[in-house]
């Protein structure tokens, strides 16, 4: 979704078996971006590429591209600004995974299950850890005994300023001043 100008709308999340496990990762528009027509994207999860790891692993490429072996995936988010990367990695016990990120971009990872090693020399990360990587960083990753699920985010960064005030990001105060207005005056696309 790019909420661009202004978008409402409703996430109805489904359970299965019981239950549920998502993240919500919003992408900062640049300023010359901020209001332009909102857009809706829905993706199946039958559109995300799978790529299977030669250890056993594998690698949902979501945004941006993935390649090892010879083999270029390209995931379903393209064609924004900011250029970013989502890949969703299950790793099996001590199984390894590696990936050049570009020195452009600001990157992490987030492991939601098992626990890793990461790094050169390898320092172990936990469950739940969010791990800021440095620029240009091969990451290296080694699941525990229990193996491992983690997602990597990479994006450009802007070199703006940041104003939130509830669901709302801009550049300035004013700006934010100017959403709220808009939403009170139902200004904004229903989806």
Partial sequence: MTAGR?????????????????FQLWI???AKEKMKPAGYQDIQVEDIPKQALTNGGSVKIIAGTYAADGKTVTGPIQGITTAPLFFDVQ???????????????NAFIYIYEGGLEIGDP???????AAIVLGEGDLLKAKASLA??????????????????YGPFVMNT????????DDYQNNRFVIS
Avoid at 173 to 180: P, S, T, V, Y
């Fill in 122 to 128: 390898l320092k172990s990360a936990p469950k739940q």
């Fill in 173 to 180: 105060r004013a700006e934010i001043e100017q959403a709220i």
């Fill in 28 to 30: 900062n528009l640049p």
């Fill in 147 to 164: 193996g491992a699920q983690f997602i990597v985010l990479a994006a450009l960064p802007l070199h703006e300023p940041i104003v939130q």
């Fill in 91 to 105: 790793l099996p016990p001590n199984g390894e995974f590696e990936q050049a990120i570009s020195e452009e971009l």
């Fill in 6 to 22: 202004g978008i409402i709308h409703s996430e109805m999340p489904q359970q299965v078996s019981g239950a549920m496990r998502g």
